[in-house]
């Protein structure tokens, strides 16, 4: 049978078209100005609730710090927000219409969700130019990497995330001769490729030194207002620099929410969390 003859009864363009368009295309319904909905989430590891009944909403543009103790449960909520693991209850929602959970990582991905684990993986051998050209091959896939040589518009692209990610001056360098926290900014850069509405960065600044740290909050703050992001982060001073409203995590539930000073002055976060620093 023709490919036509097997689609015959599908050939209609209005039937077709929901299955064609890229995922990257569907419309996100920020219309009440909430991107990410977490609802009544729980997720248990050999009976050990690693998140325990969690709401959060996350607004649109908003640049949102996640702080906890170890064990709090902040990784496995990126996890879950990514597809990586899959909860046991609750709903996950981009925006107001798009469920999360169910799809796979890579659907996940393309619907504009980057994330950033904690140890950098760029490519060593390779220079920075090349990372961010990798990267731009892959989001493209197969298509793009037909045409080998880079278009314009493609080096326009790449020249722009060089700028924010302040490493333009680096581009001929390999990867592998970047400081700790130049490459940790290459891998945002990596994920700037794509251009993701939401940005988990799980923490972004262990290791990096005073400069990078400071560095790392202004271009997180840059990224901010046009994207969202979501940071989990263990360094206060950091968190105090970059944050507007914090949430702390605490046994996989949300203990408390707030700017910085709120929480600060909250007793059940000095009882659990902040109180171990004093
Ligand atoms: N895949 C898994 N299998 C079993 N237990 C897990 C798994 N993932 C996480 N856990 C457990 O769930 C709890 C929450 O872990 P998680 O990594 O989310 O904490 P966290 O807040 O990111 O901590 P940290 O600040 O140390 O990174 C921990 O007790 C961890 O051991
Ligand atoms: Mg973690």
Request: aromatic letters at 6%; a negative charge; charged letters at 25%.
């Amino acid at each position: 049978m023709s490919v036509r003859g097997a689609f015959g009864e599908l050939a209609n363009r209005d039937q077709l078209w929901p299955f064609l368009m890229p995922a990257r295309g569907a419309r996100v319904d920020v219309s009440k100005q909430v991107l990410l909905y977490i609802e009544d989430l729980s997720v248990s590891f050999d009976g050990f609730k690693a998140i325990n009944n969690l709401n959060l909403y996350i607004n649109d543009g908003e640049l949102r710090c996640l702080i906890g103790a170890n064990g709090a449960g902040k990784t496995t909520l990126m996890d879950i927000i990514t597809g990586k693991t899959h909860p046991d209850t609750g709903a996950v929602y981009f925006g107001q219409n798009i469920d999360l959970l169910g799809r796979s990582e890579a659907e996940i991905a393309e619907l504009g969700i980057g994330r950033k684990f904690q140890k950098p993986t760029v490519f060593e051998a390779q220079t920075v130019y090349a990372n961010l050209e990798l990267s731009m091959r892959a989001e493209k896939g197969i298509m793009a990497s037909l045409g080998s040589r880079l278009t314009g518009e493609k080096r326009d692209r790449i020249d722009q995330v060089l700028a924010t990610i302040g490493l333009s001056d680096e581009r001929a360098l390999a990867a592998g001769a970047l400081s700790h926290g130049q490459k940790q900014w290459l891998e945002i850069g990596m994920l700037l490729i794509a251009d993701p509405r939401l940005l988990l960065v799980d923490e972004p600044v262990a290791g990096m030194t005073a400069q990078e740290t400071e560095r790392t909050a202004e271009l997180l703050t840059s990224l901010a207002g046009e994207r969202t992001v979501v940071v989990v982060e263990h360094d206060m001073e950091f968190v105090r620099s970059i944050a507007r409203t914090v949430t702390v995590l605490h046994q996989g539930s949300v203990l408390a929410e707030g700017t910085m000073e709120q929480v600060q002055n909250d007793p059940k976060v000095i009882e659990v969390y902040l109180g171990d620093e004093h």
